[in-house]
T-cell receptor
Framework: RKEVEQDPGPFNVPEGATVAFNCTYS??????FFWYRQDCRKEPKLLMS???SGNEDGRFTAQLNRASQYISLLIRDSKLSDSATYLC???????????FGTGTRLQVFP | EAQVTQNPRYLITVTGKKLTVTCSQN?????MSWYRQDPGLGLRQIYY???????DKGDVPEGYKVSRKEKRNFPLILESPSPNQTSLYFC?????????????????FGPGTRLTVL
């Protein structure tokens, strides 16, 4: 089983829709979590960190459920420019590494 | 402009021909690392460096070498490339601020190097 698992998608949604991605992690020692965004053939860029109490940045909301070992990313009012692959990342406290998920692809259409 | 640069961006080579992919950052970051990205496997760390002359293996170091002679540069060396090293390679850097929690800092990635080994 992969340490960080994501549904690869693609999620095809119309502009203005709300879309949510989940990501599960298997290592309960995972300490910190992040969402990175990767455009096609480009480098990953940090979208947001995920805090225990949940956090929001504009149209983006990230949540963490430690009991069920998953994190989520909610995108409201989707824009065409949100089309990208979203990488879930966990930092393992006991191995001190960043573990990247394989990504969930989002395609927003007009 | 703060950035991580990699060269070359694209490379097609043949088995056994030594190559070097350069990585340079202008943010005075102590931490630098190399990843490879393959379909269905995500980003996997090859090597990392906490500072000049300090390097360590990541999860998939076999077939690769690195060096860190200067803070800004972290080249990736493939002494004898093989077809299974065909991949998309990313260099990344970050600050070590935060002590034990330095990996919570944003990782800045280079634009990637697409390598094909025939």
């Amino acid at each position: 089983r992969k340490e960080v698992e994501q549904d690869p998608g693609p999620f095809n949604v119309p502009e203005g829709a709300t879309v949510a991605f989940n990501c599960t992690y298997s290592n309960s020692a995972s300490q910190s979590f992040f969402w990175y965004r990767q455009d096609c053939r480009k480098e990953p860029k940090l979208l947001m960190s995920v805090y225990s109490s949940g956090n929001e940045d504009g149209r983006f909301t990230a949540q963490l459920n430690r009991a069920s070992q998953y994190i989520s990313l909610l995108i409201r009012d989707s824009k065409l420019s949100d089309s990208a692959t979203y990488l879930c990342v966990a930092r393992s406290y006991n191995t001190d590494k960043l573990i990247f998920g394989t990504g969930t692809r989002l395609q927003v259409f007009p | 402009e703060a950035q991580v640069t990699q060269n070359p961006r694209y490379l097609i080579t043949v088995t056994g021909k030594k190559l070097t992919v350069t990585c340079s950052q202008n943010m005075n970051h102590e931490y630098m690392s190399w990843y490879r990205q393959d379909p269905g496997l995500g980003l996997r760390q090859i090597y990392y460096s906490m500072n000049v002359e300090v390097t360590d293996k990541g999860d998939v170091p076999e077939g690769y070498k690195v060096s860190r002679k200067e803070k800004r540069n972290f080249p990736l060396i493939l002494e004898s490339p093989s077809p299974n090293q065909t991949s998309l390679y990313f260099c990344a850097s970050s600050t070590l601020a935060g002590g034990r929690d330095f990996l919570d800092n944003e990782q800045f990635f280079g634009p990637g190097t697409r390598l094909t080994v025939l």
